[in-house]
């Protein structure tokens, strides 16, 4: 399914529920495209420790438990990075934050 046809899904679910009817099938999709077309993407889910490792630093995740990281990197050894919770002094290494994870936030890459 493709990520328009699943937006149409989703805005037709949410038109029934509103007791707007069926029958709309053209309008849903039509919503769906200029929602794309206005940039939203679904967001990312990452599943793997690696997928974890490839974000770059300043990137905001999301856990399966509700907490939400920020990847820095760490100043003894900038090679090296870590995960803080938003809003705490605590760190963590990718392999303690438990996935999937959702990829809140991801920098552009600097030129």
């Known amino acids: 399914?493709?990520?328009r046809d699943e937006l149409a899904e989703?805005?037709?679910q949410a038109d029934i529920n509103a007791g707007m009817g069926e029958g709309g099938a053209v309008h849903w999709e039509s919503m769906a495209g200029q929602i794309l077309a206005a940039g939203y993407r679904k967001p990312r889910t990452v599943t793997t420790v690696e997928e974890l490792d490839a974000l770059p630093v300043e990137s905001?995740?999301?856990s399966d438990m509700g907490n939400v990281y920020v990847k820095d990197y760490d100043l003894d050894n900038p090679?090296?990075?870590w995960w803080a919770i938003v809003g705490s002094s605590?760190?963590?290494k990718n392999n303690r934050i438990l996935t999937p994870a959702t990829v809140l936030h991801e920098?552009?890459?600097q030129s």
Do not use: K
Request: charged letters at 35%; glycine letters at 0%; hydrophobic letters at 35%.
């Open 10 to 12: 989703a805005i037709e």
């Open 1 to 3: 399914m493709s990520e």
């Open 60 to 62: 905001v995740v999301r």
């Open 79 to 81: 090679e090296d990075s």
């Open 107 to 109: 920098p552009e890459p």
């Open 90 to 92: 605590m760190q963590y």
